[in-house]
């Protein structure tokens, strides 16, 4: 029988693919939380690669079957893939990696299949990768493993140099950035003591991971696992004086802007959500954060008779800045997402402008301008992170996720914005 970790990820894939979940959820569920931290890593390791790499994988596989991949149920395609991403990507032994593959369709007829192609797999060479000097978007939708729309709309919009640039760096494991929990005593001393090797990056307070393991202090409230690009935006609209969170779960910017503001501010975090509501009030009691409260709420019908010196709406949207973290992402997202995501905030923008204070700010994370709003400049810190009037990191330039902020300044009366 294949090992827990291996059926669990089998499983994770078919969830995955099959839609109303995310790998989030469930990477996080009950049943992966219970394995040994080492099958646990093994797990995270043949999913995250998997999805990763599944332009490469499927490029391996396509020559070995008589029919299209897509022809083949979610099952199957699952067990294919994770058999061939061990055997070309991971250190585990060829026989290992097909027997406990075609253990995950045993009594099946598609268990055969699994069995013949993955044996061949194994003693065959590998298939060559597309050339990006001879076919730029074949190298992006294989080695790349870019789905087409998506590699013709970077090459269109960004050109082949930093096309290619920004597919390389989406196939490696994200930077890990933290934070400090400013209420945890000798938070520094116990990164000393759990030999964490750590250094600034140009967000104030925001750390690069360069070794060790910062779960354990994670769990204990110490630091926060938190994007460099996350905090940045969290820090543009962290104003003394009553701040809103449009969009607060899971709560990283809504407690790092109260760690901000302390007694100069008061943090309102909304999610409509109860499900993420359950997780945003998790965060908030582990982090500890007296100057923020939870209003379960939609940002667009909102139910606060007040105004707020800043508001920040991290807009839902296609979430393709977060590829090499969110890998899913990659299979998930379709071209009429980015217009259906661009309606959404553009109808938030649009509630949220009427609750910011006369010369309040909106820091909104794409660039979508109101006549009754003004663009705000950026603080001196954040040159080393700007693009003209607006922020921005991207992955092939900082090593993390994707991410672009707007500060808006609502115009004063009788101003012109």
Known sequence: MATLARRLAHRILVDVERGGCTLGDRLASPEVDALAPRERGFLHEMVLGTLRHRGAVDHQLRPLLSRDLARLDRSTRAALRLGTYQIRFMRVPDRAAVSESVDLLR????AGLVNAVLRRLATEPPVPDTRWEDDPEGWLTTAGSLPRWLAQRWLARLGPARTLARAQALLRPPAIAFRLNPRAAGARDRLEAASVVYSPLPVPGAFALQGGR???LAVGGVVAIQAQGSQL??????TPGWVLDACAAPGGKATLMADLLLDRGRVVALEPS???????AAQLRSWGCPNLHCVRADAGRLPLRRRFDS????APCSGLGTL?????????????DLVRHSRRQAALLKALAGVVEEGGLLVYSACSLESEVEVAPLPAWAEALSDGRFARTTPEADGGDGIFAAVLRRASAGAVA
Not at 233 to 238: G, S, T, Y
Not at 274 to 280: A, I, S, V
């Open 274 to 280: 109860p499900r993420r509501m359950t997780t945003l």
């Open 107 to 110: 009594g099946t007829r598609a």
């Open 311 to 314: 508001v920040l709406l991290d």
């Open 233 to 238: 935006v969290a820090h543009l609209a962290a």
């Open 324 to 336: 090499s973290r969110n890998p899913d992402i990659r299979w998930r997202a379709t071209p009429a």
């Open 214 to 216: 910062l779960t354990d």
